[in-house]
Every structure is written in structure tokens, then in C-alpha cells.
């Protein structure tokens, strides 16, 4: 089968934290998965000499000889409390925390060899690379993937679907096996008198574009190193600043709409990101998913679609390091809200083609003015636990575990600086910022 693949370069490193885990269970688990199942996890991305775009390559079968997957694994019979470095991730603190970055995280247990981008993959690279790191009362997941082949969502259901089959479960069959299920829409031409799109994602002439881009190369000369960290924030501190901005805005006005926890995260660190400067005009953007919302995904629950089946809002603001929170916060939400209505869906996925076509930087920022990214995975991996594949039943040891889950997407470069990625675990949310 020969599929046409949209083009990114990213690699998705992903870390699970979880409990004892047996290595052939979820080696063999992974195996099944691709060979009798989800075969599309088995192919290769592939170049077409015509068109120029990535194509998925499967097999019409898999030999013995065929690679389906990098998997490696080690085991260490110390506890995972001796690893001086997750100390602080294993006993975090009841205050906003700001941990060492996912480079130490990466160097414990993410192979050396192992692509962080496309261009840096061996002739014949498998799709998905896994390494199992096993310590006596905890066991590392690692992966990693091509950003072309799934979002958050899509690596979480892939974890979901392999554990399946660790439980000898039969996984549900995957959508968007052989054909690309979001709709071809309307040129963004269509919409053009409708909608302005300015101050959102849009294709820039020359002159927005050099504009844009100066602008971003004129703030990497200012600040030419940036330090990363993973904040941990817990959950109880941001129910509570929830409760407390719905509170402040009611007050302003009734008809305001619902703050969620993930408006306060964004809100925290969007405050954080350029405190020290005067007011500004930021263009602030978040991913929306796609799933359950347009055709060809309607009847997605979503563990079925891996593919990337993303949408951008953006709240575009003046702001300042005494920008209130609630201010941010309400203005992220209506952006939402606003994205998530159908009309303004179909031109969002318009001018992701308009752009893609053009092959332009997805930068959302209008010139003269700055920009800040967040992608909310909280919600992609709920449910998810390694049960099946444990050594030892958790109630019989001493510690339980609660699955963490950190990542990030490329390495950080000139152009996704100050980008969040926030995950979370059962008493805290964090964000590699």
C-alpha cells in the first residue's frame, strides 16, 4: 500500500513512567499489534520522486526479516528513587516547581543513536523506536516517532491499542488506513471575503513574511541562548486560580464563558514568558483536536485516527508583566470557542493547506508583533496504564506508582522558542517551557 504522507520532520520522544514492566510482554504485544493489526505502523516514509511528498510504504506482508519497529531495552535492579536526577519529579513539591529540562531526561534514557529529526533517520528507518528502561520497582518507556505520523492524540492511541494487546484484546480497527478521512474542504480563496485572517493561521505575501521572520531573528540576536525547564504546577493551585478567575469575571460580567484548567495553565505561562518586558502585542495560539468534530472523524472516539487532525485558535492581545490573569485566560477561551465552531474549523483547515502549499513556516504572528505557542495534551493520555504488562501485581509492593508521562516536540530551535507542551499526571500538571 502506498499512502501520500503530509511533511514535518519532527520526532515525538516521549517518556512513561509506570510500573514494573515485563519486557517480552510488551515487546511481543507490539509486534502483534503491527503484524495482524495496525500494519500502517510498520511501513516507511518515503519521497515520491514526482511529487516531492512523503508516502507511507507497507508491505502487502511482513517477512521475518522485516524491522517493524527499533526496540531496545535495560534493566537495572536498583529502585528509580536512586536516579538522582527524578528525585524532584518523583516527590515534586505542593508549589510551582521548575525541574531540570527534558535533555537530562533525554541522556537517562533516550538511546544516543535514536533521529531527533527526519534527516538525521538511517536508510530504511521503522516508524516507531522504543526503549524500556527496568528498575526493580519501575519501568521507562521511551519513544519516539515521526511528528508526520501522529499528534498526541495519535501516540497516545497508538500506547492504548498496543496495550490492548497486551491484555489479548483485539484493538479497534484503525481509521485512516488507506485514505486521508479529513475532507479536501474549499481553497482558502473561498473564504477569503468572509473572514480576515489576520492575527491568525494564514499564508504571508513576501512583505508580512520577511516582516515576521526579522522580527523573530531580531529577538533570537537580543536573546541568544534560552534556558529550558519543566515546570510542575499543581493541580489543587490551578483549580484554585480557576475558581478564583471565574469568580473575578463573573463579577465583571454574566455572560461569561467557562475557564477551564487548561485557560489557567496558558494564561501562567504565557504571563511568564516575557515578564520583563513592556506591553506588547502577542498573537497567542493553542491546538485544538480535531477529533468527533469534522467529517470523516465524526465517529472517532478517539482512539482510532493517529494522524495529526489539528486546528489553531489565537487570541490576539496587548499584554504586559501586569496583564491580569484573568484577562488572558478569558481571552484564550473565546478563541476556543470560537475555533471550535464549524464555520471557522473550515477555514482554519483552508489555510493550513494554503500554508502547507506554500511551504511556509506555521508561525502564527503578524509583523511587528510577538508570538507564543501551547499545545494542551492533558486530556490525550487519561485511561492509559501499563497493568498488563507488570512483573509483579502493584498492590504487593510498598510504593505505588501513578503514571507521568513527559515529552516534547523537536529539540528546541530558533523558530518554536518559548513553545509549551503541557502534560500531566494524577496531582500535577507540567509544562516543558
Not at 349 to 376: G, T
Request: with cysteine.
Amino acid at each position: 500500500m502506498v499512502q501520500t504522507a503530509p511533511y514535518t520532520s519532527a520526532n515525538y520522544p516521549r517518556k512513561t513512567c509506570s510500573h514494573y514492566s515485563d519486557d517480552g510482554v510488551l515487546r511481543d504485544a507490539l509486534d502483534k499489534l503491527i503484524r495482524n493489526h495496525w500494519r500502517k505502523l510498520g511501513a516507511r516514509l518515503v519521497s515520491s520522486p514526482s511529487t516531492k511528498l512523503l508516502e507511507y510504504h507497507v508491505p502487502s506482508s511482513f517477512d521475518e526479516n522485516y524491522v517493524l519497529f527499533n526496540w531496545s531495552s535495560t534493566a537495572n535492579a536498583e529502585s528509580i528513587r536512586k536516579v538522582e536526577e527524578l528525585s524532584s519529579f518523583l516527590s515534586p513539591s505542593q508549589n510551582i516547581s521548575f525541574l531540570p529540562s527534558m535533555d537530562v531526561i533525554d541522556k537517562l534514557f533516550r538511546p544516543a543513536d535514536w533521529p531527533f529529526e527526519r534527516k538525521n533517520e538511517p536508510p530504511d528507518a521503522p516508524l516507531l523506536y522504543v526503549h524500556l528502561t527496568i528498575f526493580s520497582d519501575a519501568s521507562v518507556v521511551a519513544m519516539s516517532c515521526p511528528h508526520v505520523l501522529a499528534d498526541q492524540f495519535g501516540v497516545a492511541s497508538i500506547v492504548k491499542a498496543w496495550l490492548k494487546v497486551a491484555r489479548r484484546e483485539a484493538p479497534p480497527d484503525m481509521l485512516g488506513y488507506r485514505d486521508d478521512v479529513l475532507p479536501p474542504g474549499h481553497p482558502i480563496f473561498d473564504y477569503i471575503d468572509k473572514e480576515s485572517r489576520k492575527g491568525m493561521m494564514r499564508a504571508r505575501g513576501k512583505r508580512d513574511q520577511t516582516a515576521v521572520m526579522a522580527g523573530i531573528v531580531l529577538d533570537l540576536v537580543k536573546a541568544r541562548e534560552e534556558e529550558s525547564h519543566i515546570a510542575f504546577v499543581p493541580a489543587q493551585l490551578v483549580e484554585r486560580l480557576r475558581k478564583r478567575t471565574s469568580k473575578v469575571l463573573a463579577e465583571k460580567n454574566e455572560s461569561v464563558p467557562d475557564i477551564s484548567n487548561g485557560d489557567i495553565l496558558t494564561a501562567i505561562f504565557t504571563k511568564m514568558t516575557r515578564h520583563d518586558r513592556s506591553e506588547y502585542s502577542l498573537n497567542l495560539s493553542q491546538t485544538v483536536n480535531l477529533r468527533g468534530r469534522v467529517p470523516g472523524l465524526w465517529d472517532d472516539d478517539g482512539d482510532r485516527f493517529i494522524h495529526n487532525a489539528l486546528h489553531y485558535a489565537t487570541s490576539n492581545l496587548k499584554i504586559s508583566a501586569s496583564t491580569p490573569l484573568h484577562e488572558i485566560a478569558l481571552s484564550n477561551r473565546q478563541a476556543i470557542n470560537k475555533a471550535l465552531e464549524r464555520s471557522e474549523i473550515e477555514v482554519g483547515l483552508a489555510a493550513l493547506r494554503d500554508v502547507s502549499k506554500r511551504r511556509q513556516v506555521m508561525l502564527i504572528c503578524e509583523p511587528f508583533e510577538k508570538l507564543y505557542s501551547v499545545s494542551n495534551w492533558c486530556g490525550a493520555w487519561k485511561g492509559i496504564e501499563f497493568s498488563a504488562a507488570e512483573k509483579e501485581p502493584q498492590v504487593k509492593r510498598e510504593h505505588a506508582w501513578d503514571m507521568l508521562v513527559l515529552g516534547q516536540k523537536p529539540r528546541i530551535s530558533s523558530l518554536r522558542r518559548k513553545r509549551t507542551f503541557v502534560i500531566r499526571n494524577g496531582e500535577h500538571h507540567s509544562s516543558t517551557i
